[in-house]
């Protein structure tokens, strides 16, 4: 495991912030005017030429790009990081033919008009973004687009060369990731990938998954808000960690919401998010797991709310429809104050000695609002361990 320098983030010389975006006092985006004085490249501008009417903008781009940024080749890094400026896309549909390079990327910005209002589409090889590199950067108001269902649309990568800030610590605000292999694969080069956010972000279509952490330091990623939809997966931490998924909206993943395949010695917390799709989350390898009011509203059948494989998993306040908690060889798992709607609920096979279920007051045949089978069961206080099932009366003192 890599160490992390902490490095300071500086202002940016009295300039306001609102709603996310740069705003003169009049209310329109000092970007719409770029004024040279102020650090802002607006890919529009003539010297770099992109239009955003649906014609070739990849040399325009990535011309802007390099005046904001450096070139590929000679990147500002670390080293130049006040030289950077700040990249804006007005309203347009700005269709590329190959991805365009960002490298070694120290405390960028990049920013779009809106998601629905700046589009960036690729419709021949490859994704949208490409970095080697890439920390404290900011990306807003974009959406991405790729036909290409072998690569990420926004690869956020890292060789492992010096120069740059490495891969970590970067914010992802109101995107739109659409189509790809991934809608973001984080690490896969193999090296970092950790302190990512993504706030009110859409994922749709991806082929594999819409995010993806692809290596053991690719640590301590969170999702907040934003929705996935229509993926084969909604996000795959297949090797490093995505520790807080929160009040995201899951629809019509093909196989999971949510699958863990590995962690770094982290937990997962997965709190207040609702899913239309048929199967929400599987954990594997030990991953300790709190899943914490959540609603799993599809109808459909088969279904799984829940697949835990070998892990100590923790869930409360949680309603499923349809769905059942299917328990994996080596599982430890504990289910307080939820409401199943299938009597079946909860399915495991041969307990090992070590392996406990501890359950309290949960409600199944029926959920708060449906009760189709009559009157719903409960259960007080249970334990279920391989020698049989314990329930607990709850006495008065």
């Not at 202002?11 to 209310?27: I, N, P």
């Not at 307990?351 to 045949?365: H, K, M, R, S």
Request: hydrophobic share 35%.
């Amino acid at each position: 495991m890599q160490r992390r320098t902490l490095m300071g983030i500086g202002g940016f010389g009295g300039l306001a912030l609102a709603g996310g975006s740069l705003l003169a006092a009049t209310g329109r985006a000092h970007a719409d005017d770029s004024p040279q004085n102020v650090g802002f490249v607006n890919v529009k501008d003539p010297q770099f030429g992109a239009r955003g009417d649906g014609s070739d903008d990849t040399a325009a781009i990535q011309a802007a790009v390099n005046s904001c940024f450096g070139s590929p080749a000679a990147p500002h890094g670390s080293a130049a990081v006040s030289k950077n400026g700040v990249l804006y896309f007005p309203p347009g549909i700005y269709r590329i033919t190959a991805p365009i390079e960002l490298t070694k990327l120290h405390g960028c910005r990049i920013l779009g008009s809106g998601r629905t209002t700046t589009r960036i589409v690729n419709e021949t090889h490859g994704g949208v973004f490409a970095t080697n590199g890439c920390g404290y950067s900011h990306f807003e108001g974009l959406c991405l687009i790729s036909s290409d269902n072998n690569n990420a649309v926004f690869d956020l990568n890292w060789d492992g060369t010096p120069g740059g800030a490495a891969l970590q610590s970067n914010t992802f605000i109101d995107m739109f990731f659409d189509g790809g292999a991934y809608g973001v694969d984080i690490g896969a080069g193999g090296f970092m990938g950790s302190e990512n956010i993504f706030v009110n972000c859409f994922w749709y279509r991806s082929a594999m998954a819409g995010l993806k952490t692809s290596n053991f330091n690719a640590c301590q990623n969170t999702v907040v808000g934003g929705n996935l939809q229509a993926c084969n997966m909604g996000i795959w931490v297949s090797r490093g960690s995505v520790t807080m998924i929160e009040s995201v909206g899951f629809q019509l993943q093909k196989e999971w919401d949510i699958r863990v395949d590995n962690s770094a010695n982290d937990t997962i917390n997965v709190i207040g998010c609702r899913t239309e799709s048929p199967n929400f989350m599987q954990i594997k390898n030990y991953v300790h797991a709190v899943v914490l009011g959540c609603t799993h509203a599809a109808s459909a059948d088969p279904s799984t709310f829940l697949q835990p494989g070998r892990c100590p998993t923790t869930v409360e306040r949680c309603v499923s429809i349809d769905g059942q908690i299917d328990l994996d060889a080596e599982a430890r798992l504990t289910v307080r104050g939820c409401s199943f709607g299938r009597k079946d609920w909860l399915s495991y096979g041969t307990l090992y000695p070590n392996q406990v279920i501890e359950l309290e007051d949960i409600q199944y045949g029926g959920t708060p609002n449906s009760h189709p089978n009559g009157v719903p069961l409960q259960i007080a206080k249970q334990r279920i361990t391989s020698e049989g099932t314990f329930d607990y009366m709850v006495k008065r003192a």
